[in-house]
């Protein structure tokens, strides 16, 4: 597995759904199918997005701050 960071290249609006896919070794349409499918169910999906584009690094950002 790799680190969870936003790609560059690849993302369709934040990269969030992109980044996960490659974190958990799935391809990234396949994840956004699941994100377009869970906001069918009642919760905070749209805010959970938000939060996470705001707080995963962007790729370039993760590679200048890693050891």
Do not use: K, N
């Amino acid at each position: 597995m790799t680190a969870l960071a936003r790609p560059t290249h690849g993302r369709v609006i934040g990269g969030v759904c992109a980044g996960l896919a490659r974190r958990f070794g799935t391809s990234a349409t396949t994840m956004r199918v699941i994100f377009l499918l869970s906001c069918l169910l009642p919760g905070p999906q749209f805010l959970l997005y938000i939060a996470l584009w705001i707080l995963l690094p962007s790729e370039d950002e993760a590679r200048a701050t890693s050891w």
